[in-house]
T-cell receptor
Framework: GESVGLHLPTLSVQEGDNSIINCAYS??????FIWYKQESGKGPQFIID?????DKRQGQRVTVLLNKTVKHLSLQIAATQPGDSAVYFC????????????FGTGTRLKVLA | DAGVIQSPRHEVTEMGQEVTLRCKPI?????LFWYRQTMMRGLELLIY????????DSGMPEDRFSAKMPNASFSTLKIQPSEPRDSAVYFC????????????FGDGTRLSIL
């Protein structure tokens, strides 16, 4: 469905703890997913992606988990740092051959010192 | 490597004026996207180019909006005449392929129409 960004959910995490940001996607046929980080005054920055034939992918300090059964995507950030404070978006691409992505409303991550 | 470069970063103008936003995609990318971001609607796709050809402009709000891509390294989004409701952050993004590859975004143009 359409995303309406009236109010961003906020996740507050203590520095050094792990963060988990969740995203429910809409289309069971979506075959590719991306997590973006957006800092204030900047554009969305690519963090990590995953294709539908996988259920887990790891990067540097980040892990993306995909649960196709319940159409759920999560981003785990290990040892959260102050520089991780930002808004995080998930994006899904619906089926192969399309260029359109559906972006989530975003979650604001606040890292507490 | 240089990322997607947008200009200007900020634009403030009076309603009725023409506004031109510019974008230089990442070299080698053949797909270019213009998005608009607002608090109310999040990120909305306005138009998509592939190999400099507009493929889908169904997201362009009205005839007041137009976009061009004269070559692989430059695109413009024009609003004429501008209205206060056009105020938003406009992002350009590029990717190596249309789908299945991450889109890389510029830092946007924050547009305010008074």
């Amino acid at each position: 469905g359409e995303s309406v960004g009236l109010h961003l959910p906020t996740l507050s995490v203590q520095e050094g703890d792990n963060s988990i940001i969740n995203c429910a996607y809409s289309n069971s046929a979506s075959d590719y997913f991306i997590w973006y980080k957006q800092e204030s005054g900047k554009g969305p920055q690519f963090i990590i992606d995953i294709r539908s034939n996988m259920d887990k992918r790891q990067g540097q300090r980040v892990t993306v988990l995909l649960n196709k059964t319940v159409k759920h995507l999560s981003l785990q950030i290990a040892a959260t740092q102050p520089g991780d404070s930002a808004v995080y978006f998930c994006a899904e691409k619906a089926t192969s051959g399309t260029y359109k992505y559906i972006f989530g409303t975003g979650t604001r991550l606040k890292v507490l010192a | 490597d240089a990322g997607v470069i947008q200009s200007p970063r900020h634009e403030v103008t009076e309603m009725g004026q023409e506004v031109t936003l510019r974008c230089k995609p990442i070299s080698g990318h053949n797909s270019l996207f213009w998005y608009r971001q607002t608090m109310m609607r999040g990120l909305e796709l306005l138009i998509y180019f592939n190999n400099n050809v507009p493929i889908d402009d169904s997201g362009m709000p009205e005839d007041r909006f137009s976009a061009k891509m004269p070559n692989a390294s430059f695109s413009t989004l024009k609003i004429q005449p501008s209205e206060p409701r056009d105020s938003a952050v406009y992002f350009c993004a590029s990717s190596f392929a249309a789908g299945g590859q991450p889109q890389h975004f510029g830092d946007g143009t924050r547009l305010s129409i008074l």
